[in-house]
């Protein structure tokens, strides 16, 4: 058991007046990392809000045994030179107490910490949890398409030299940013344990046929790169074509934009924003009202809800980006943008639905390799080697 363990990452948590400190990005798993530390020390950028905000829709990330490091932003090329000095020092000051640290790739924050480790002669691994390549150049900006490829560089860099490469999918960051060091390749979704009768209302409303047929996806509406912007494309290219389709979006962030764009291919009177919902049971059953699911990304690594998506049975369409062809198969495939051929996979899916039957248990197989139990022994299992060398 490590006595100190730190975690690097560019994440921005929010701290209130309190000082409880909360993520607009989920639950973070602080137990997989106590399980083989005692303390553990993120070190993070860190946002004061205001006495009296709501946190209503926000994720208590405060534990007991978790202590948050606040580091000036790297985020972008005038901040990585005015507050390198200033984030070096407390990456020194922090590291050089811990036994061991954990860095969160692609960060410019987790980069300059694994090289703090490695001056300071302390024990690192890293977890690679998207390209960031795709990341940014499909970030939707001129900045981001300059930077990717030297962001590509460095997280190579350090991925190689890593005694320890922890990686979400099973091929294709492996394939994009190889290690020298101990891999594994483990997703970090979790599911709970697969109820049969779930595959089983599944194929019920498969035969029923309920119209209009719905179609959804999940995304942050602040980004582009969740491929909205196709899915409305494709959906315009059907009108005419097919008995009504509804696509239902469910997503943090303005949809305002993406109203718009849905009125100009003629499709805002069946797009519907359903905006957020508590993780686990409320997503799943959002999930279980849909016909066919959609991730029609331009970067992923392993999207976590379209394995919940199989999870629920659900047929499912997906582009080539990161790891969806590890989930999906070659059929349901579709290049990222390539709207036409998106369209044409939804049209064969809604009007067959011997395929949507098996489709709906091809995913729910797929998706038993990814129960919590299953996942946690391999991960286990990888982070007491690492701690072990870390002693």
Partial sequence: ML???VFAHDNQFLRVADGEVYSSRGRWPWDRYLA?????SVVSRMEDLPAGTDTSGLELSSHPRVSFVPVPSLSGPLLQFTNRRAARQVLERDIGRANAVVVRLPSEIGGLAARTAERLGKPWAVEVVTCTWDALWNYGSWE?????????????????????????????LQGRYPSRGRTVGVSDVELPALDAAVLDARLAR???????AKLGLIAALSVKF????????????LRGRLPELE???????????????AREHGVDDVVRFDGMLPPGEPVLRWLDELDLYL???????LPRSLVEALS??????????GGIPELLPPECLHRPGDTGRLGELIRAAVEDREWLARQAERNFETAKGFRAETLERVRSSFWREFAQFAQ
Avoid at 249 to 256: E, F, N, R
Wanted: charged fraction near 20%.
């Fill in 3 to 5: 006595e100190r363990l």
């Fill in 36 to 40: 083989f530390a005692d303390r553990l």
């Fill in 144 to 172: 981001g398409k300059v930077y990717a490829p030297v962001s590509w560089w460095k997280t190579r860099r350090v991925v190689r030299r890593a005694p320890f490469a922890f990686y979400v999918t099973e091929r294709f």
């Fill in 206 to 212: 498969i035969l029923s046929g309920p119209e209009p």
């Fill in 226 to 237: 969740k491929g909205v912007q196709t899915a409305l494309a494709a959906l315009s290219s």
């Fill in 247 to 261: 696509l239902r979006i469910l997503g943090s962030g303005d949809p305002t934009p993406w109203q718009k764009l």
């Fill in 295 to 301: 991730q029609p990304s331009f970067q992923e690594g």
């Fill in 312 to 321: 629920r049975g659900l047929p499912a369409l997906g582009s080539t980006a």
